[in-house]
């Protein structure tokens, strides 16, 4: 065993993507950045993130990191990969496991909102600090491929929706217009979604219908790893760290 | 910062596939473990891997680890996982950062083999240590999802292949029969192979075609993680790691 390994050390930091309106009022995808407030990249932004402490699980670390950082708690969480390149921190080697999160819009609202901590649209993003561009540029790509064939965009809703609510998720992270006929009948074939016999409230005439997700299904499908109970509950409600 | 941080210690270990002809002449997928010979768990079958130098990237490191204990250069390689759960080393903090990796039959063949190296059917394992078990089971369904959409097939073949060879591939991993007709017509379709001009050589009569992959297509798409140079060159080879 190299003396050299002891040299190496872990951060955990998250990619958070929710959906909030635009200045214009349209919703678009955005994630939250915190300012860095010490050497290295001084005045920077960067993702939400921190050491891993040695009596937290990786997905409790970035819970927790982003509850302190953000007051954020998401639907979603999941690892998105390991970054440890050798120039990816200019002063010590930092291996950084990155999960990416979403929260829903309300959910969203709640997140701290300060000088030091705030939501950028996520492809048009400023020079991050480290190799933040690139883990957010993977995150994105990612998402975008999974949204595809998997239930995540779920995540990005509340407990109830209208099924133009679940199109618009689409539309907004895809990039591009979904045929409403079409999207209704994908969707009622999945047997994803269930209707709860409620309607919209505030809506005159007709108002939409309202569904909710059809929890017997999971988002996405992890394979053996589902074995691996994800905390949803950040560490710091379940105990003290220090 | 908190001082428990420094407890965590960050290791690599990689999940090696290759298809190799079992004792009945039929090739089945198999992997090498390595037998621990010192505790938590001494005596048992394990991943090949080690701990993370703090001069070398986690690629690199898997590359080493690997060349180090089974001598195997893998045609493929990616990151599969971080696992970190707080009971997977009975005594310390390890973080794991799991690669998979593909080699070609004939170089399993040079792959060291002792008392201590064997090759194992991959879904007929012993109780293996540490967590490894789920690595291998996770490492399994992700190659079977792969292998479905992707042209990582490829990465258990020589330079030069019969479609009889390619469509083999398939029918082990996926253990189910594949239409010969059908799969060539979906290979010829996809434009992911080159016919040679070559025959298989040593073949009576009509011997089949040899066929190369079409570099231009790469085996996945890793989307923007491309711009991170996977090394395929283990660190061993360009400096000395002292």
């Known amino acids: 065993m190299s003396t050299a390994e002891s040299q190496v050390s872990l951060a955990v930091s998250t990619v958070i993507f929710a959906l909030r309106p635009s200045a214009s009022g349209e919703p678009e995808l955005v994630l939250p950045l915190v300012r860095r407030i010490r050497e290295p990249y001084e005045g920077q932004w960067a993702l939400p993130g921190g050491p891993l402490n040695s009596n937290e699980d990786l997905a409790e670390a970035a819970s927790r990191t982003l509850l302190e950082t953000t007051a954020l708690e998401p639907r979603y969480l999941e690892q998105l990969y390991a970054f440890g390149q050798l120039d990816r921190s200019p002063d010590d080697r930092v291996v950084s496991i990155v999960y990416w999160a979403l929260v829903a819009g309300d959910e969203a609202d709640r997140a701290i909102q300060s000088e030091n901590v705030q939501w950028f649209t996520a492809d048009n993003l400023p020079e991050l600090a480290f190799d933040h ?6 995150a994105l790509w990612r998402l975008r491929t999974k949204l595809e064939y998997s239930r995540i965009a779920h995540g990005f809703l509340g407990e109830t929706f209208t099924l133009a609510q679940l199109r618009e998720v689409y539309e907004v992270v ?18 994803t979604v269930v209707a709860t016999g ?7 005439h007709r ?6 997700y059809n929890t017997s299904i999971d988002l996405t499908d992890q394979g053996p790893l589902s074995r691996l109970s994800a905390p ?11």
Do not use: C, H, W
Request: proline share 12%; hydrophobic share 25%.
């Open 133 to 138: 561009n690139l883990i957010v540029d993977y």
């Open 174 to 191: 895809l990039r591009k217009p979904v045929d409403p006929g079409n999207f209704r009948r994908m969707v009622e074939a999945s047997g």
């Open 198 to 204: 409620e309607r919209l409230a505030g809506t005159p």
């Open 207 to 212: 108002p939409p219908q309202l569904y909710r």
């Open 232 to 242: 949803r509950t950040p560490a710091s409600t379940r105990g003290d760290n220090s």
